[in-house]
């Protein structure tokens, strides 16, 4: 029987990378403050002790230098893994992630395609207002070239990160910091990975698919128990993959249930729910019985004191849910 350990989020990315580092020679890990500090939330604790200052280091606070030194790296046959202290600093390397990694495959005819997997902390949860909070999964899905791929836990954080290392497709890998910590669960110590592309059904249900992913998947289960309790039974499904998404885990979802409420902390416009609500309502519509919803973030810049208010709550989610089983 394989041996398991109760880990954070935190530390199940900590063992990803660990055995990453040790299975692949080529691996090498660089941002600001990965080497000696561990990363501002310690996912890279330890790793420059254990593997060197060559194959984990430090850079300057220059994102797009970072990015565009790693696409160099994956071209010469390197595999980088990238840490970007929070998501709302990769913006400065945009034109490097749009323009140029997530399009070497194409241009190339599929000659080049630089192995860089990006890791970024995203969302809010931490009082950290407006600069530290944001959530920009949606930016990097409407890029063709990119995987998007985010977490629910450490059980998902540990498979879903050594999946996309195996895969040669440039990930943008978003882990929800609000959870960094609180979420702990008995997981596998051995190497093991997770399919990108697909969908987990956290929940069972026949009357909503309650539809999110990353921080806000603590936040929909809560939901889901809060209305059992008022006779409703709500299957909540954790998205995992951005881009590309699992469209048919989620039609066959609401081809059951007729329903269906999708929950993210980005802001509303815009947001990947309505990519989801527009894809889900053409290829299950004979079989919708209320309208398609979306809880979401509003649309202002990230609060600082106002960020219960901002965020997504149980609550929040249970009256949309009541509302379209009344629909």
Known sequence: MAETGTLNMI???????????????????????????????????????????????????????????????????????????????????????????????????????????IRTPYGGGIRGGHYHSQSPEAYFAHTP???????????????????????????IFLEPKRIYRAAKGEIPLDYYTLPLERARIARKGVDLSLVAWGAMMPICLEAAALAEGEGYDIEVIDLQSIAPYDLHTLVRSVEKTGRMVVVHEAPRTCGFGAELIAAVQSAAFEHLRAPLERVTGFDTPFPYILEDHYLPNAERVLAAAVQAIGY
């Not at 998501?87 to 997530?102: G, R, Y």
């Not at 498979?159 to 497709?169: I, N």
């Open 11 to 117: 530390q199940a990315l900590n063992d990803a990378l660990d055995q990453t580092m040790e299975r692949d020679e080529t691996a090498v890990i660089l941002g600001e403050d990965v080497g000696h500090f561990g990363g501002v939330f310690r996912v890279t604790a330890g790793l420059q002790e254990k593997y060197g200052s060559e194959r984990v280091f430090d850079t300057p606070l220059a994102e797009a230098g970072i990015v565009g030194m790693a696409i160099g790296m994956g071209l010469g046959g390197l595999r980088p893994i990238v840490e970007i202290q929070f998501a709302d600093f990769i913006f400065p390397a945009f034109d490097q992630i749009v323009n140029e990694l997530a399009k070497y495959r194409y241009r190339s005819g599929g000659q080049y395609a630089p192995r860089v997997l």
């Open 145 to 171: 070239g990119l995987r998007v791929v985010v977490p629910s836990g450490p059980y998902e954080a540990k498979g879903l990160l050594l999946g996309a290392l195996e895969c040669d497709d440039p990930v």
